[in-house]
């Protein structure tokens, strides 16, 4: 069982500890470019990276006063470097620093959450070829349709999981994006070839073109993917909601020892990680949206946006961290029972084999308007009478005369509807 819900490491990435850390990052490559073109004496580089240091504390104490949390910042570096501190931030707007900055702390996280789908769709694939012929009601409108396996249910979450993995690949080269562009994005201080030069010394990208910031459809991009991946995991826990109904009761979330499901009603064992991932993958969601309201901004930057990503950024990235890492620990340990499916799959006498009847009554001649009559009717009665419609049909005169009895027993063979099911999962898993 899977006792990991979220890592430590994912937090860290996003504490001001770190955010810092990536901003002195930043100024440092950028020091070191300048004294690669001679714009700054090496040793005072070299200086600067033996005596640059910061606490929290003293960036907040000083920021008090300041209302700036970059010039509080480079202000806390100065007190520790000396004179030599007239070099950091040399020629650099705020945004320089925050937004290149914010592409590293994005790229680690996203490189983690790549980790956790990765380990998913693991999971994912495991438990699909355990229950590939495992024969389940299929449904659709809650209603029962044909049959399925729960095996093909559990791969298509492993097809749209491996989507995912794609779609943040993407994600994380689009905003893999760093800027040393100036307050306008310029280039009135420092020459294009300075960004060059940093953006490769962090792994980055340089933007080809940029106002004081970095544009914000970078970062709608990447929470827009976010919020799918958490939808996705939404869908998965949905399903296991449904499932555990007691009315259907096919599969079931882990219930630990000791765990209760109501103060109330001892009996309850409730699908609370579900439902917690069903409300979550909401959050996300809503933080793409204000995402997306953070792409116009006021003509080359306003600040509008910068509020909103200290938020929606941490908490999109600790939360698809926290819902895939729930979704994993839930398909591992996920109880099914397939006893309870074919009970629920026969549980109609057979009526959803309706289609297959009107098929095969169409392939003896009979037009499909008239094959329809003859089926409804029969098919209306299971769920207005409670009859038995495998018993109604092998007694029809109207189809007994176009269909053998051999050949009735083989529409109710569910074999025969999930013969396919090799050939989806060669598609799923090997091609």
Not at 7 to 19: L, Q, S, V
Not at 116 to 136: C, F, Q, Y
Not at 164 to 178: D, F, I, P, Q
């Amino acid at each position: 069982m899977i006792e990991r819900y979220t890592r430590p490491e994912m937090g860290a990435i996003w504490t001001d500890e770190n955010r810092f850390q990536k901003w002195l990052d930043v100024e440092i490559a950028v020091c070191e470019v300048h004294a690669d073109m001679g714009t700054i004496p090496r040793e005072a580089v070299d200086k600067i990276k033996r005596t640059a240091s910061f606490s929290v504390e003293r960036i907040n104490e000083i920021e008090r006063t300041t209302r700036h949390d970059v010039i509080a910042f480079t202000t806390a570096l100065a007190e520790n470097i000396g004179p030599e501190s007239r070099y950091v931030h040399y020629g650099l707007t705020s945004s320089d620093v925050v937004d290149t900055a914010n592409a590293l702390l994005m790229r680690d996280a996203a490189t983690l959450l790549l980790e956790d789908i990765e380990r998913l769709s693991h999971v994912l694939k495991r438990r699909a070829i355990e229950h590939k012929h495992t024969a389940m009601m299929g449904r659709t409108h809650g209603v029962h349709a044909e049959p399925t396996t729960f095996g093909l249910v559990l791969a298509l979450y492993y097809s749209e999981n491996e989507r995912n993995k794609e779609r943040l690949r993407r994600a994380l080269e689009v905003v893999s994006y760093g800027k040393i562009s100036g307050a306008v994005g310029t280039f009135a201080h420092l020459d294009p070839e300075v960004e060059e030069r940093v953006c490769a010394r962090l792994a980055l990208k340089h933007a080809p073109i940029s106002t004081q910031i970095i544009q914000r459809d970078r970062h709608a991009e990447f929470l827009a993917t976010l919020a799918i991946i958490a939808s996705s995991m939404e869908k998965i826990a949905l399903e296991v909601r449904h499932l555990q109904r007691t009315e259907v009761r096919e599969v079931e979330e882990p219930f630990s020892a000791g765990q209760k499901g109501s103060s109330a009603m001892p009996h309850k064992r409730n699908p609370v990680t579900s439902e917690q991932i069903c409300g979550l993958a909401r959050v996300v969601r809503a933080n793409a949206q204000a995402a997306l309201e953070n792409i116009a901004l006021w003509h080359e930057r306003d600040i509008s946006h910068s509020s909103v990503e200290r938020v929606i950024l941490p908490d999109s990235c600790i939360l698809a961290d926290y819902l895939i890492s729930k979704t994993e620990w839930l398909i591992d340990g996920l109880a099914v029972y397939p006893n309870r499916m074919r009970a629920n799959l026969e549980s109609l006498g057979g009526v959803t084999a309706s289609g297959q009847l009107l098929l095969e009554l169409t392939r003896k001649g009979v037009s499909r308007e008239d094959a329809y009559a003859i089926v409804q009717p029969l098919a209306m009665r299971v769920w207005d009478e409670g009859a038995n419609f495998r018993d109604l049909v092998m007694n029809d005169k109207q189809i007994t005369e176009k269909l053998s009895r051999e050949e009735l027993e083989a529409l109710f063979d569910v074999s025969k509807q999930l013969r396919n099911v090799d050939k989806i999962f060669k598609r799923v898993f090997e091609e």
